[in-house]
């Protein structure tokens, strides 16, 4: 960001990845890091954030196969996550 900024570059926005993810045994939702880093972050710098990816380890899986994960899991949490992100980015540069 302090790079961007310097450069005199605008930042569209914030996004959190690995967000958390879902225990696959109990569904329970386990924070990688310390919550509320990329919120601070956002609010510090008056940068809008974007979105929060989950982790999930399909998407690496995928990715490694050369497959979009988006296309083989479209209903998961980080598809849905992706989406809402993309959607919002495509709203700031439509402007």
Same mark, same amino acid.
């Given at each position: 960001?302090?790079?961007?900024?310097?450069?005199?570059?605008?930042?569209?926005?914030?996004?959190?990845?690995?967000?958390?993810?879902?225990? /696959?045994?109990?569904?329970?939702?386990?924070?990688?890091?310390?919550?509320?880093?990329?919120?601070? #972050?956002?609010?510090?710098?008056?940068?809008?954030?974007?979105?929060?990816? /989950?982790?999930?380890?399909?998407?690496?899986?995928?990715?490694?196969?050369?497959?979009?994960?988006?296309?083989?899991? /479209?209903?998961?949490?980080?598809?849905? #996550?992706?989406?809402?992100?993309?959607?919002?980015?495509?709203?700031?540069?439509?402007?």
């Amino acid at each position: 960001i302090k790079m961007s900024q310097i450069m005199k570059r605008k930042v569209l926005g914030l996004i959190e990845n690995m967000s958390g993810f879902e225990c /696959p045994h109990c569904g329970e939702h386990i924070d990688l890091y310390p919550p509320g880093g990329v919120e601070k #972050a956002s609010q510090d710098f008056g940068i809008q954030l974007l979105g929060k990816i /989950p982790f999930e380890v399909e998407v690496s899986q995928q990715g490694d196969r050369g497959l979009p994960f988006v296309l083989k899991y /479209p209903e998961s949490k980080s598809t849905k #996550a992706f989406k809402e992100t993309v959607k919002k980015i495509r709203g700031i540069l439509e402007k």
